[in-house]
């Protein structure tokens, strides 16, 4: 998709525009670090991709799409501390490469940054884009507790589930497109459309994560395969079979996710076995679809014409496709 | 000082009706637990009394009042952390009543909020406010890194300290009375030398903080008279004592302050002696005193009659002769 490409390559060289020079060096360089390995820059991306549904030119809204992505590699670094993370694609995390404290005062002000960004944008439009920031950002928080409360509770249900990852994942790539969209010229309930496009987008992106993580060609798959398992994260796929699975399946199932395998693979396979007992597979990709057909259903009901809208669809498409 | 009282209730009624009771409670409990053990509420009383100065009713001023209040507290369960502090005015600090990724995840949310109580501000200040917000948030995060800095430093001078000090306590007491002179309708001169009125006393205020924990009044002082020295922390009297003394002194107190001493209160005598004999205490006072006739200098040219000022002066040399 060259014309995404293009969009790409021009927030790539804002970002590399603003780099973090300044002293102390103690406290920027690690930014520079964590914006340099990088990832698919989705979140810029797509907000730049919502301002041009609406205007040609999208250099006004270059500083809010790197406000966001500050503030997504903000929440990276201090997610993996929780999570004592020692690898973020593929290279050592901030407080492994560094130390904590750094990993935690870098990130604080990475945060502020994304503020500072994103007073860069038209003058008339910082009120309200501060409080999509606002809103999303306490989102993102809240998810990030949900998700830990998640590890240590007993039971946790689909519902309960769905707003984490609302909250966690989806809310941040909507509130991007919803700025996108105002700073391209949208009306209010244009841009209304696009969040809710980008919420759902967002859930069926982390739904076919869930999915890769289990059933993921390993040739093509970045992370190991079967790694959800392994580490007894509840997923939809566990929460899901837990649902409908008889007395005996589920007692098995819960016994599995206590236990810290000493082989592996056949504690991968016997999951799977369940998984596929109870066609999880299936239903999880039909949720997933459900959640891409709510976002297209969004974004038809954008009043800009059907051309505008080609090149997000197709990118829709393409993130729910993918296999890495 | 009835009036300042005044505005103390004032603002503690508007954070009691804002207390953080949404879920979930594992994020946001430890936020109610650390603005409930207060402190004295010095930021978000200057920022009204920076307002009051301009206009009667500080009513629109609150918000920000309350931005800046929690703002300072998420700085402290951060710094809490980096510095392993068991102890906040006397209690468990979040990190170890709670976990450290409590600590971290509920300050991040807490800087949020700062942003968007901020943002219910009148609205067409918003853009203003935020960028002031910006700019002292961001010299908070360098001021700590330098602090961090130092620590392992072999050498600290001078005016790096003072800018250290003027980055992690000052520019937030500025920012918070600019903020408060703009809303109470101050123009950007006024406001500009209100800023530096905060920022001179916030310096004024870090060295009665440095002289107080040496020389303070054990029976008055809430802290342990000493603990700077016991703690090897470079303050201005270490630095400024290191600028003066000769090379024996120079090396007897490069020593002590290498030094985990087994006997406390030697020690503390030992670099008391050092500091008396090059006069320290009142050369740190003197400079006090000059950063506090700055402030009041940048007072007097706040286009304001003189009877506005009052208070706000009254706090000034209040806050200065402290001994607590």
Redesign the interface.
């Known amino acids: 998709m060259q014309s995404i490409d293009g969009l790409r390559t021009q927030f790539l060289q804002y970002l590399e525009k603003n780099r973090f020079n300044q ?2 060096q ?2 920027y360089e690690p930014i520079n670090y964590i914006l340099k390995i990088g990832g698919k820059r989705m979140r810029p991306v797509m907000l730049l991709l919502a301002c041009r549904m609406f205007k040609n030119e999208v250099e006004d809204a270059l500083p809010a799409a790197f406000a966001v992505e500050i503030f997504h590699n903000f929440t990276l670094l ?1 997610d993996d ?2 999570d004592d993370a020692p690898l973020r694609r593929g290279k050592a995390t901030v407080h492994e490469k560094y130390d ?2 750094t990993a ?2 870098s ?3 990475m ?3 994304a ?2 960004y994103l ?1 860069q944008s038209p ?1 008339p439009l ?2 309200e884009l ?2 999509i ?2 809103h999303v ?2 989102g993102v ?2 998810g ?3 998700d ?2 998640f590890e240590t509770a007993k039971k946790v249900k689909l519902t309960e589930y769905m707003h984490m990852i609302e909250q966690k994942t989806a809310v941040l790539l909507a509130g991007a497109m919803e700025m996108g969209a105002r700073i391209g010229g949208a009306n209010k309930t244009d841009a209304q459309h696009v969040y809710n496009f980008g919420r759902d987008i967002g859930i069926a992106f982390q739904l076919q994560d869930d999915i890769l993580d289990t059933f993921g060609d390993p040739a093509k798959f970045g992370k190991k395969v079967g790694g959800d398992i392994a580490q007894n994260k509840k997923t939809f796929l566990t929460i899901k079979t837990l649902e409908l699975a008889d007395t005996t399946d589920t007692q098995t199932l819960c016994q599995l996710m206590q236990s810290i395998a000493t082989d592996e693979a056949a504690k991968i396979k016997k999951v799977k076995d369940l998984y596929e007992k109870y066609d999880i597979r299936s239903i999880a990709e039909k949720e997933m679809n459900t959640y891409l057909e709510k976002a297209l259903h969004h974004l038809n009901a954008v009043s800009v014409t059907d051309n505008r809208k080609t090149e997000i669809r197709e990118l829709a498409r393409y993130l729910i496709s993918r296999e890495v």
Do not use: F, K, R, W
């Open positions: 002293a102390p103690t406290l201090h501390i929780m904590i404290n935690i005062l990130g604080d002000v945060m502020i940054y503020y500072q007073a003058s910082i009120p501060l409080g920031l606002n950002a306490i928080c809240e990030q507790q949900y830990i409360n």
